[in-house]
Each structure stands twice: as structure tokens, then as C-alpha cells.
């Protein structure tokens, strides 16, 4: 690993830079362990742990929650993540958006690499544009994302949702929603409505594996009771 800074931030890990160049994984340990994979990088990410980013991501200006994982070659900019969330292969959230109301979609007009094209003085120049704003997008607890799909940045995905392999999410998606196309809309929902009250009310995703061994977690309904059972005796 060529590069691997580590900030104090409470009961986190926030990683400055961290790019694994060798021939496995990495793990680094801390106050939450991060797997990271062949050829991965991470810039100004803070890990809330444990997390899994496999070869070939790249992940910056963003948090993830604990449990969730980050599968091959996937790109993650200016997004907040949930606990318990999994992104697929080759899926793209938060991608930089350019400006359409602008005389050109070029971000040389606010001197992104423009040093590389031309003299100094006239990068400068353009360097004094203000950036368009790029907002931040949200993955709430136990999200799924299919392979190759695409998440526009500032879309809000809610708990529990599932977004279908290779679809473009344009708008919000509501809670326990399978979503599907480009652009993407809801096909159906999880669970009925009685059910995703109750796996709400449950707040199970704020709870370790730990906590969570023992439950029926092929009935969502049941296992949901079951946790609120546990808590009204803990009560």
C-alpha cells in the first residue's frame, strides 16, 4: 500500500489516502477494520466499519457505514452510506455532474486540469470561476445496488430499497422499493405494508451481527417482532 493516512474521528476510521498497489488485499486496522482490494483507492473517506472495498473502486469525499461493502471497480464520490449496504460491480454513484446552463459542459471553464492544456496565467484565470455545486448523495441503511447501475448525484435512496442491475437512478426512491430501467421506477416493494412498518420500527440496522444472531432472517415479519420482543424486555 503506497499510501495510508489515518485521522482520529471518535469511534471511526477516516482515511485521508489509501490506494493498495500490491498483488492481495489489504486489511487495515484501526479503530474499524478495512479490507481493501487489489488496486483500490480511497480519498477522504471515513470508514465507520467494518468495510470491504474490492479491487479496482475508487471511493472519495464520502462515509460509509458499518457492514457495508463495496464491490469491484465501482466509483463513489460525495455520498453519504447507510449500515449494512451492498454495491455492486461496476456501479457509479455521486458521478460529478456537469453544467447544462453554462455556455459549454466543459469543466475547463472553471480551470479543472486546465493547467495540463494550457499556460499558466490563462489557468489561473479560469481557476477564479466558482465550481458548480455538486450535492451529496444518500444511501440510507441496507441498500442494495445491482451491477452497472448508475445513481445520479443528490438522489436519496431509502432503507431497505433495491435498485436493479444496469438501471439509472435519476430521483429519490422510496423506502423497501425495487427499482428497475433508465430511467429507473418502482417495480414492486419488499414486504407489505405492515410489514416494512414494522422492520422500521425495529431499527435493526443500528444493531452488530452480534445482536442480530438467532433471528428468522428468511421472515422479515417474524424477525422484526422478534427484535421488538427483545427490546420491550430490555425495557
Same mark, same amino acid.
Given at each position: 500500500?503506497?499510501?495510508?493516512?489515518?485521522?482520529?474521528?471518535?469511534?471511526? /476510521?477516516?482515511?485521508?489516502?489509501?490506494?493498495?498497489?500490491?498483488?492481495?488485499?489489504?486489511?487495515?486496522?484501526?479503530?474499524?477494520?478495512?479490507?481493501?482490494?487489489?488496486?483500490?483507492?480511497?480519498?477522504?473517506?471515513?470508514?465507520?466499519?467494518?468495510?470491504?472495498?474490492?479491487?479496482?473502486?475508487?471511493?472519495?469525499?464520502?462515509? !460509509?457505514?458499518?457492514?457495508?461493502?463495496?464491490?469491484?471497480?465501482?466509483?463513489?464520490?460525495?455520498?453519504?452510506?447507510?449500515?449494512?449496504?451492498?454495491?455492486?460491480?461496476?456501479?457509479?454513484?455521486?458521478?460529478?455532474?456537469?453544467?447544462?446552463?453554462?455556455?459549454?459542459?466543459?469543466? !475547463?471553464?472553471?480551470?479543472?486540469?486546465?493547467?495540463?492544456?494550457?499556460?499558466?496565467?490563462?489557468?489561473?484565470? !479560469?481557476?477564479?470561476?466558482?465550481?458548480?455545486?455538486?450535492?451529496?448523495?444518500? !444511501?440510507?441503511?441496507?441498500? =442494495?445496488?445491482?451491477?452497472?447501475?448508475?445513481?445520479?448525484?443528490?438522489?436519496?435512496?431509502?432503507?431497505?430499497?433495491?435498485?436493479?442491475?444496469?438501471?439509472?437512478?435519476?430521483?429519490?426512491?422510496?423506502?423497501?422499493?425495487?427499482?428497475?430501467?433508465?430511467?429507473?421506477?418502482?417495480?414492486?416493494?419488499?414486504?407489505?405494508?405492515?410489514?416494512?412498518?414494522?422492520? /422500521?420500527?425495529?431499527? =435493526?440496522?443500528?444493531?452488530? /451481527?452480534?445482536?442480530?444472531?438467532?433471528?428468522?432472517?428468511?421472515?422479515?415479519?417474524?424477525?422484526?417482532?422478534?427484535?421488538?420482543?427483545?427490546?420491550?424486555?430490555?425495557?
Amino acid at each position: 500500500m503506497t499510501n495510508a493516512s489515518e485521522l482520529g474521528k471518535g469511534d471511526s /476510521l477516516q482515511l485521508t489516502t489509501a490506494y493498495n498497489d500490491s498483488h492481495s488485499d489489504v486489511l487495515i486496522e484501526g479503530r474499524r477494520e478495512v479490507s481493501l482490494g487489489v488496486l483500490a483507492e480511497c480519498r477522504e473517506v471515513v470508514f465507520e466499519g467494518p468495510n470491504s472495498i474490492e479491487k479496482l473502486a475508487f471511493v472519495t469525499r464520502s462515509r !460509509l457505514g458499518r457492514y457495508t461493502n463495496i464491490s469491484v471497480a465501482s466509483y463513489i464520490a460525495d455520498t453519504q452510506i447507510g449500515h449494512y449496504c451492498s454495491v455492486g460491480a461496476r456501479v457509479s454513484i455521486g458521478g460529478y455532474e456537469h453544467p447544462t446552463t453554462w455556455l459549454s459542459t466543459s469543466s !475547463l471553464q472553471w480551470g479543472k486540469g486546465a493547467h495540463r492544456v494550457v499556460p499558466g496565467r490563462v489557468a489561473e484565470q !479560469l481557476q477564479s470561476n466558482a465550481e458548480p455545486p455538486q450535492p451529496l448523495t444518500t !444511501l440510507k441503511s441496507d441498500v =442494495w445496488i445491482g451491477s452497472n447501475a448508475i445513481v445520479k448525484k443528490g438522489v436519496t435512496i431509502e432503507v431497505g430499497a433495491v435498485v436493479g442491475a444496469g438501471s439509472v437512478v435519476t430521483k429519490d426512491v422510496p423506502a423497501f422499493a425495487i427499482v428497475a430501467g433508465a430511467p429507473a421506477r418502482v417495480i414492486r416493494y419488499r414486504f407489505p405494508a405492515e410489514t416494512q412498518q414494522l422492520v /422500521l420500527k425495529s431499527r =435493526w440496522w443500528e444493531m452488530s /451481527l452480534e445482536e442480530l444472531v438467532g433471528l428468522p432472517f428468511p421472515d422479515a415479519y417474524g424477525a422484526a417482532t422478534e427484535l421488538l420482543r427483545r427490546n420491550a424486555t430490555l425495557d
